[in-house]
């Protein structure tokens, strides 16, 4: 790799970090790690997170130091300091790379409907008192329906009325991560205090923790510590909790303290208060026939819809007149396909697995063969065969191993998932949250 800047380095660095981690943590940790000068001997990295920050100070320092030297060939001393997204340096403030996207969600632009209405109405009454009326509040339906919308509207409301609440929105994936992180580096406790000391939190798609041991274990103890101090939890899954066979009975029960709301695919009207809604902000004018007719075509999904206006923006912008029938015809045909689930691939198949069984992804695609590694690793073999077009070859050349060795596992988990229920509800589990996913 010829080197020319200072990202250059940086990304010669970070391969050489990854030969030093896991992968895990390397994406928990060192994703949005970044360069921003190198000066008098010292190279200035940033971050968009305070709590990463000391994560990596007291764990990784150690890793870093002789990954930069091996690509400068210097001793250099590191310095991490935490950036908003405009890159101007803060103190000791949690602010996600992606804080003005999200801050841009709200209750004024999310569109009511008959299949939202009760959620919207909840969700307003948890945002103007926390804590006071649905504690927990459960947010549930499929993808694309407007879940994270609610929760996000939640959060930035939260923050507008009461700037003094510590509050924490964060996907379960994210959330289940840096906790096998924490606990394999030994920050478990800084993780608890960063969860349990909180006023409001949200956690968003909470089914991937079904079957997650250890996940369920500190999310429980982190539920009642929040309960019984009397602060917010917002949940969403994409499914009620009963049909999540897999959820620790604590767990179910403690979500069924609180308010269920549920939300459906938008009917015909509310698709057409999203289309108008979207072309809104985004400045457009669109005739009648042609709002009528994405509706009329676009009725699961709301991404979609918005998918359809911003293309329809960029149409208008680029060729200047007004786009026809047969423009939108296109348009949606392509964001129909876009949108479309992208095929499951063997890593994230493998990714989990490894969290849910709590063994390393490596390990799985390795050739250790301990009973432990050997029962995920035909697991995944079998998730890979029941998800996805591939033949026993290329998913036993995904795995290091013949076409016979993965014939051989899929035959052993059928069998053996016959007579075991509980695995067989742990199994579908992790199919369903990996086709949630794609």
Known sequence: MQIESLNDIWEAVCTELKKRMTEISFNVWFQDLHPIEIRNG????????????????????????????????????IKIVVEDENGKIIQSVI?????????????????????????HAASMAVADNPRIIYNPLVIYGPSGVGKTHLMLAIRNRIKEKFPEKKIEYVRCEEFTNQLIEAIHTGTADLFRNRFRNLDVLLIDDIQFIAGKEQTQEEFFNTFNALHQGNKQLVFTMDRPPKDVKTLDDRIRNRLEMGLFADITPPDYETRVGIIKKKAESLN???????????????????????????????????QNHTPTISVVQGIIREVVNDTKPEPI????????????YDVSEKDIVSRRKTAELAKARQIAMYIAKETTELGYKPIGEAFGKDHTTVLYAVKKMETFLKENQHEKEIIDDIIKNLKNEA
């Open 345 to 356: 691939k063997i890593e994230k198949i493998v990714a989990e697995v490894a969290r849910t």
């Open 42 to 77: 010292e190279i200035v990295l940033g971050i968009y997170s305070d709590y990463k920050k000391q994560i990596i100070e007291n764990n990784y320092l150690h890793i870093i130091k002789p990954s930069i030297k091996e690509i400068m060939g210097i001793d250099m001393e």
């Open 284 to 318: 457009i004018s669109l005739e009648e026939n042609l709002v009528y007719y994405i509706a009329e075509h676009i009725k699961m999904n709301t991404r979609q819809l918005e998918g359809v206006v911003k293309k329809l923006q960029a149409f208008i912008q680029i």
């Open 95 to 119: 602010t996600p790379i992606n804080s003005s996207f999200e801050d841009s969600f709200t209750f004024d632009n999310f569109i009511m409907g008959s299949c939202n209405r009760f959620a």
